[in-house]
């Protein structure tokens, strides 16, 4: 599992299931309708479920890969802290809005900001 990500992928992970489920369903409500606009309204759905599914594991696979962004909130004032792609534990930003000084520290499985002083 990559460092940092472990609820962001169990998220991840369970939309996939979820889009995969919706589109089992539709699968079988499309074959059980007798009506064509319904088949074809069903079957609109399973490729916009489809399209989801294959976003999120994209996603997935850029983060088991390290090819993805460590981005977190500022604490203090919410505004967007890029560590860029595969950082080290504590290396340190200063949020550009409020001039607060984070260290990047992990927690559970998950990335957090500590503020350094």
């Known amino acids: 599992m990559a460092q ?25 409500f499309a074959a059980k309708s007798p009506d064509e606009t319904v088949r074809a309204t069903f079957s609109r759905l399973i490729s916009a479920e489809r399209a989801h ?3 999120l594991k ?29 950082p080290s534990l504590g290396n340190e930003e200063v949020c550009p809005v409020c001039c607060r000084k984070y260290a990047l520290t992990e927690d559970g499985g998950d990335y957090k900001l500590k503020q350094v002083q």
């Open 4 to 28: 940092g990500y472990k609820t962001t992928l169990e998220f991840l992970l369970d939309d996939i299931d979820l889009e995969e489920e919706a589109m089992r369903l539709y699968s079988e």
């Open 53 to 55: 599914a294959d976003a």
């Open 58 to 86: 994209r996603i997935v696979k850029e983060i088991e890969e390290d090819r993805h962004s460590v981005v977190l909130y500022c604490p203090f004032c919410g505004w967007e802290m890029n560590f860029g792609e595969m």
